[in-house]
């Protein structure tokens, strides 16, 4: 037996993994807009300074003369560009000539008064020639757009190196936390084949160091549990098995002579025989339990179709058994006393619920046999729970419900399992592993 794969939802390392992505995304979403306002401040601060810097070299062009600005040198190129000088009156007597709207927001600044007003992609500020008095007024203008071009790049930029950034982290993260789990999953994994099929193995890794060294020590204590468990029911087995030998040898024997007797009755000659074969069969199940508790055996294999044939033709069922199919030359890599007796119960419990037949067959899946047990009764109710557990049973039932338990432990006990294939209708499967060399069917 193998332990079973986590399911994916449930993986520590897909959670790790996930919050380490979540974790680096808001950090980067954080990052990314701290780093945009940032650049908005400083590229707003940026188109200020340059029209602080046109709005001067604008007043070191003019001269205010009687109160009317007059420009100093016709030829310098400081209006040739968005720079404009108004008289009082609001009129223009310097600056290029551009185009709407541009030209209606600084003949608007120039009568009107200062300040700064966006039109378009320019942003255009207007201040008196002269602080404090109204002797003309300058009007500087910037193209914003170069601006907020490279703003726009840089908010393209950090978005895609956000997602490198948190692409490459969470692979990272994956990577290191899956390393990291991976002996992990490998110790479970081995501790589970190992309490059943090697519970003397150990990993042995000496003191606790860290939290591998840690799983490793607790997973050999729980081995060393498992392995006095399962010589203590392997001494119980043993011990159980003798004492009940004797009386079923005397037993036996006292049923022997009674068949022998002169002038016997065929009913009672019949009855002793029935006891004859009932102790044949007791003692059989014993030494296989006995068997299976020891171990051995493991190497035995075993005709499928010979095995079910038995199972078909035992008698005392209330209902038939029929074998449906079997591939030809299928062989399992169990003995054939151990996989007679773990389909046994199946049939059994088949029998009891079925209502005409039950219906035996066997496939290959794989590198394992699976061996199936119909019945066309009302199937597997669905609050009973795992019908292999010892104890558990359906309220209609009269048994101890030990049956079940007892054929998944002999399938273990060869490394298979027994199985719930389907509950309505009611479909038991015991599972073994393929003979070697076995073709497939």
Do not use: C
Not at 117 to 132: C, D, F
Not at 230 to 242: G, M, N, P
Not at 244 to 257: H, K
């Amino acid at each position: 037996m193998t332990a079973r794969p986590l399911r994916s939802s449930a993986s520590v390392r897909r959670r790790l993994t996930a919050t380490t992505a979540l974790i680096s995304t808001v950090g980067m979403l954080v990052l990314i807009v701290v780093v945009l306002l940032v650049a908005w401040r400083t590229t707003d601060h940026e188109m200020d300074q340059v029209l602080a810097t046109r709005l001067a070299a604008a007043r070191d062009a003019v001269e205010v003369v009687s109160g009317r600005p007059q420009v100093v040198d016709p030829d310098d190129p400081t209006f040739e560009t968005a720079s404009w000088i108004a008289d009082p009156s609001g009129r223009l007597v310097a600056g290029p000539t551009v185009a709407e709207p541009l030209r209606s927001t600084v003949r608007q600044l120039a009568a009107h008064g200062g300040g700064v007003m966006e039109v378009g992609s320019w942003r255009v500020r207007a201040t008196s020639l002269v602080p404090g008095s109204r002797d003309g007024r300058a009007i500087v203008a910037i193209d914003t757009g170069p601006y907020r071009s490279g703003l726009g790049r840089l908010i393209a930029a950090s978005v895609i190196t956000g997602v490198v950034v948190v692409t490459g982290v969470t692979l990272l993260a994956g990577l290191i936390v899956r390393r990291a789990l991976a002996p992990v999953a490998t110790m479970t994994a081995t501790a589970d084949a190992w309490s059943h099929e090697r519970p003397d193995r150990r990993f042995g890794l000496g003191v606790p160091r860290d939290e591998i060294t840690a799983l490793a020590a607790v997973l050999d204590g729980l081995l060393d549990r498992v392995d006095r468990a399962i010589r203590a029911e392997q001494r119980l087995t043993a011990e159980v098995a003798h004492e009940l030998r004797t009386p079923l040898t005397v037993m036996r024997g006292e049923a022997e002579l009674g068949a022998a007797t002169p002038r016997l009755r065929k009913a009672e000659h019949d009855r002793f025989e029935r006891i004859v074969a009932a102790a044949d069969d007791m003692g059989a199940a014993m030494t296989t339990l006995l068997d299976a508790a020891r171990g051995s055996g493991s190497a035995a294999t075993s005709t499928v179709a010979e095995v079910l044939a038995q199972q078909a033709a035992r008698g005392g069922l209330a209902v038939p058994v029929q074998v449906d199919r079997v591939p030809e030359g299928l062989v399992a890599a169990a003995p054939a006393e151990v996989l007679g007796r773990a389909v046994a119960p199946l049939v059994d419990n088949a029998a009891r619920y079925g209502r005409t037949a039950v219906r035996l067959s066997a496939e290959r899946r794989g590198e394992r046999v699976l061996v199936t047990v119909e019945d066309d009764g009302d199937g597997v109710p669905v609050e009973v729970g795992d019908v292999f557990e010892p104890g558990v049973r359906d309220q209609r039932s009269e048994g101890a419900g030990l049956g079940l338990a007892l054929a998944r432990r002999l399938a273990r006990s060869v490394g298979g399992d027994a199985v719930l294939v389907s509950r309505s209708p009611a479909v038991f499967g015991i599972e073994v592993p393929t003979a070697p060399g076995t073709g497939a069917a």
